[in-house]
């Protein structure tokens, strides 16, 4: 696996007339139309393909095309989805598996960033800690499962130390990214005005990284759902993970696929929050 290579391509500007890419030559309120028209547009061909899986998912099993005892359709799950929640089992398994998710993810966001920064700025550091981290950023963490537990045993300790593994890598290596890709003019003209190393970190180099930081802040909160779901079926008692494996074991397919629609459902809501959080932080770059 190499290192994590991001392209951040700027939208662009309006088109020429307006300042917001309206027609020119059109009344504010028809240029106002035009741009809500556009914005509904976009959600209209977003939501498109979702709603058609979703009516295929209805469908298929209804109709015969995959055996219903396999595949539930969706208003069976849904059914079952409320009767959880309103049972408050759902609550509880969701609640384990936050707990856990969030703190190996802060855990590896608190280690990674001061890391990357480090291994950017200082060739020594680098030399020192790429060869052991190339090592282990070539081992996936599912394949190391057996020895987190082995050493942590089969509590909540192996299971965020795991999370923290998996959401360390991509955290680390966008940051190292990002902060190498600082454009040399701007530390140059903050060496000039004689800031020091630290001032010129917390003032340029890392504001400039920030937006690829970012970028490997929201695939961790990916690798952060995907590993624990995996953890959660070695062990636990509670949780998403189990909640799936164990309504397979029972054959209880409904409550199986409620558990994998709430995991998908975290999962986007996450990463939409996430990008909310981005967009306050990064407010400068509007």
Known sequence: MSETTIAVIDQPAGRAG??????????????????????????????????????????????????RAFLSPLSEVLDTWWGLAVDGDLWTNIWASLHRSLAGFAIAISIAVPLGLLIAWYRAVAGVLSPLLAIFLNTAAVALLPVFTLILGIGDTSKIAIIAYACFW?????????????????????????????????????????????????????????????????????????????????????????????????????????????????????
């Open 170 to 286: 991509p955290v680390l290596y966008n940051t190292i990214s990002g902060a190498r890709d600082v454009d040399p003019l701007l530390i140059k003209s903050a060496r000039s005005l004689g800031l020091p190393h630290i001032k010129l970190f917390a003032k340029v180099i890392v504001p400039a990284a920030l937006p690829t930081i970012f970028t490997g802040i929201r695939l961790a909160g990916a690798a952060s759902m995907l590993v624990l779901i995996t953890t959660e079926y070695v062990g636990a008692k509670a949780g998403l993970g189990y909640m799936i494996i164990s309504a397979q074991f029972n054959f209880q397919i409904p409550e199986m696929y409620a558990g994998i629609l709430t995991v998908s459902i975290i999962g986007v809501a996450f990463n939409y929050l996430l990008l909310f959080i981005e967009s306050k932080v990064l407010r400068w770059r509007a």
């Open 18 to 67: 307006t300042p917001d890419g309206g027609a020119p030559g059109l009344p504010a309120r028809a240029r106002a139309s035009l741009r809500v028209a556009r914005l509904l547009g976009s959600g209209v061909r977003r939501i498109v393909a979702i709603a058609a899986f979703l009516a295929l998912w209805q469908v298929a099993p209804t109709v015969g095309w995959v055996d």
